[in-house]
């Protein structure tokens, strides 16, 4: 939709949405190595409905490992990822059934090429978790309106611009209405004048009430959006808070270092 006009309520309806402060998210005290290397170490993190998590750091600091272990993408070690009440690490568990309630949007937008837009939407929901095409076909399409991409679903992805087709991986984490989204650099390798496009689309995301951790070096962004900045370092909470003390007044040195750099 152009920028001012209120978006219309999730599909489905915004009625079944968790009251603010309902625990969503809880990551704790998780460790996770590669060979000898603790790249997440003792690291916790909660996050509540409706709430919008900035992970900042370094690269190498352990943002992309925590959102895959959260999107049970890697084993972790040591500690608990608990989504909606329910301890996720347990092996027990059903990966693609947990992964249905996570939308994970990654930094290269792996739209398959040779389906469209309305295909790429409806691939996961119709053949991993079983919709009928008519019904994800549905959802899909009141998913890209939401987004101003309906008059796309019929397109191939190379016929869109590369903001047109980041957008369209958030429209596909957005069907089947997770309990968080997961964004992981999600405008890192998109061209200056195509970050904003989507920048845009989270922050009207963030005000439908969509619960999401945001790997990001867009600070500007993390200022306006997040609920709380984390900054990782070394795979540990270094410092957390709201975007006014973390990144306006932070308190320890490799903050304030990491902050001078990307500014
Ligand atoms: P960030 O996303 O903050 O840049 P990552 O989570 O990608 O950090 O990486 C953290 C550290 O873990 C880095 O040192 C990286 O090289 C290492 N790492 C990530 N994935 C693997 C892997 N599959 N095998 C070995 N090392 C890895
Ligand atoms: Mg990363």
């Given amino acids: 939709p152009p920028p001012g006009r209120p978006l219309p309520p999730p599909p489905g309806g915004a009625d079944q949405a968790p009251s603010p402060g309902t625990p969503v998210l809880a990551v704790r005290n998780v460790r996770k190595a590669f060979g000898e290397h603790v790249v997440l170490d003792d690291l916790s993190l909660e996050v509540t409905a409706h709430q919008v998590v900035v992970l900042i750091g370094a690269s190498g600091s352990g943002k992309s490992t925590l959102l895959r272990c959260i999107d049970l993408l890697e084993d ?16 027990r568990l059903d990966a693609d059934a947990v992964r249905a309630r996570i939308g994970m949007v990654f ?17 996961a929901p ?20 939401r ?9 191939f992805p190379d016929e869109l611009s590369g903001g047109q087709q980041q957008r ?25 004048e195509l970050v904003g496009e989507v920048l845009e689309l ?11 951790v945001v790997a990001t070096h867009e600070m500007a962004f993390a200022r306006e959006v997040a609920d709380e900045v984390v900054f990782l ?13 973390v990144l306006g007044a932070p308190r320890r040195g490799r903050t304030q ?7």
């Fill in 76 to 91: 972790v070690d040591d500690g608990v990822i608990e989504l909606e009440g329910q301890d996720i690490t347990d092996p």
């Fill in 107 to 123: 930094q290269a937008y792996n739209l398959f090429p040779h389906l469209r837009v309305l295909d790429n939407v409806t691939l």
């Fill in 126 to 145: 119709r053949l991993v978790h079983k919709v009928p095409r008519a019904q994800a076909e549905e959802e899909a399409l009141a998913v890209l309106a």
């Fill in 147 to 155: 987004i101003g991409l309906a008059d796309k679903a019929r397109a």
């Fill in 168 to 192: 369209v991986a958030i429209a596909r984490a957005l069907v089947g209405k997770p309990a968080v989204m997961l964004l992981d650099e999600v405008t890192s390798a998109l061209d200056p």
């Fill in 202 to 212: 989270l922050t009207e995301l963030k005000q439908t009430g969509l619960t999401m």
């Fill in 233 to 245: 370092h070394a795979g540990r909470v270094h410092e957390r808070g709201t975007p006014e003390q």
């Fill in 257 to 263: 270092e990491f902050l001078r750099r990307v500014s």
